[in-house]
């Protein structure tokens, strides 16, 4: 199985601020990279995949970059609304395996 | 817009089968651009992927649920199901259906989620 391993755990940041959380597998996954935003009580919603394509509807402060083994997700100006737990989950093969989650919070 | 809404009841007891329906709008089950799935999520803890299904029968496990996981689909009532085996307190979870697409293998709709607990 691939190992997904993601940090920081947490974040506390102010509205405006730039964020960046990152993602490594335990072996090359060349572009096959997602990651999700989930709020509390809620399933959660696809943000990036392909490591870097946005998903429609997202808004464009949201990033991805990366390939290999190490990628991120950069939210360029943190808003109230992106308070919430993000996960990578590597698409590149069965088992399919997530980070352990990095919880975004607003200062 | 696919759908997806979970059933089943919400509690188990230990050593019993947890069993759930996933019920699709907006999509067929026998579509060739889906895998149906389903993910858990213990309460506070991150997200485990428990398993994939194609329409036709191809199914790809968890391996470290592999022994107690069943998947199925019913094309007639446009649903798929899970069952997981001799469940324990560690089984106790929200337990989401899910779309899996086959290109690029992203999750890329899911049900609202329903908490399942394993408790005598």
Same mark, same amino acid.
């Given at each position: 199985?691939? $190992?997904?391993? $993601?940090?920081?755990?947490?974040?506390?940041?102010?509205? =405006?601020?730039?964020?960046?959380?990152?993602?490594?597998?335990?072996? @090359?996954?060349?572009?096959? +990279?997602?990651?999700?935003? $989930?709020?509390? =009580?809620?399933?959660?919603?696809?943000?990036?995949? %392909?490591?870097?394509? +946005? $998903? &429609?509807?997202?808004?464009?402060?949201?990033?991805?970059? =990366?390939? =290999?083994?190490?990628? &991120? +997700?950069?939210?360029?100006? +943190?808003?109230?609304?992106?308070?919430?737990?993000?996960?990578?989950?590597?698409?590149?093969?069965?088992?399919?395996?997530? @980070? %352990?989650?990095?919880?975004?919070?607003?200062? | 817009?696919?759908?997806?809404?979970?059933?089943?009841?919400?509690?188990?007891?230990?050593?019993?089968?947890?069993?759930? !329906?996933?019920?699709?709008?907006?999509?067929?089950?026998?579509?060739?651009?889906? /895998?149906?799935?389903?993910?858990?999520?213990?309460?506070?803890?991150?997200?485990?992927?428990?398993?994939?299904?194609?329409?036709?029968? #191809?199914? /790809? /496990?968890?391996?470290?649920?592999?022994?107690?996981? #069943?998947?199925?689909?019913?094309?007639?009532?446009?649903?798929?199901?899970?069952?997981?085996?001799?469940? *324990?307190?560690?089984? #106790?979870?929200? /337990?989401?259906?899910?779309? *899996?697409? !086959? #290109?690029?293998?992203?999750?890329?709709?899911?049900?609202?989620?329903?908490?399942? *607990?394993?408790?005598?």
């Amino acid at each position: 199985d691939i $190992q997904m391993t $993601q940090s920081p755990s947490s974040v506390s940041a102010s509205v =405006g601020d730039r964020v960046t959380v990152t993602c490594r597998a335990s072996q @090359g996954i060349s572009s096959w +990279l997602a990651w999700y935003q $989930q709020k509390p =009580g809620k399933a959660p919603k696809l943000l990036i995949y %392909g490591a870097s394509s +946005l $998903q &429609t509807g997202v808004p464009s402060r949201f990033s991805g970059s =990366g390939s =290999g083994t190490d990628f &991120t +997700l950069t939210i360029s100006s +943190l808003q109230p609304e992106d308070s919430a737990t993000y996960y990578c989950q590597q698409a590149n093969s069965f088992p399919l395996t997530f @980070g %352990g989650g990095t919880k975004v919070e607003i200062k | 817009q696919l759908q997806l809404q979970e059933s089943g009841p919400g509690l188990v007891k230990p050593s019993e089968t947890l069993s759930l !329906t996933c019920t699709v709008s907006g999509g067929s089950v026998s579509s060739g651009s889906n /895998y149906w799935g389903w993910i858990r999520q213990p309460p506070g803890k991150g997200l485990e992927w428990i398993g994939n299904m194609f329409y036709s029968g #191809t199914s /790809y /496990y968890n391996p470290s649920l592999k022994s107690r996981v #069943t998947m199925s689909v019913d094309t007639s009532k446009n649903q798929f199901s899970l069952n997981l085996r001799s469940v *324990t307190a560690a089984d #106790t979870a929200v /337990y989401y259906c899910a779309t *899996t697409a !086959t #290109t690029t293998r992203t999750i890329d709709y899911w049900g609202q989620g329903t908490l399942v *607990t394993v408790s005598s």
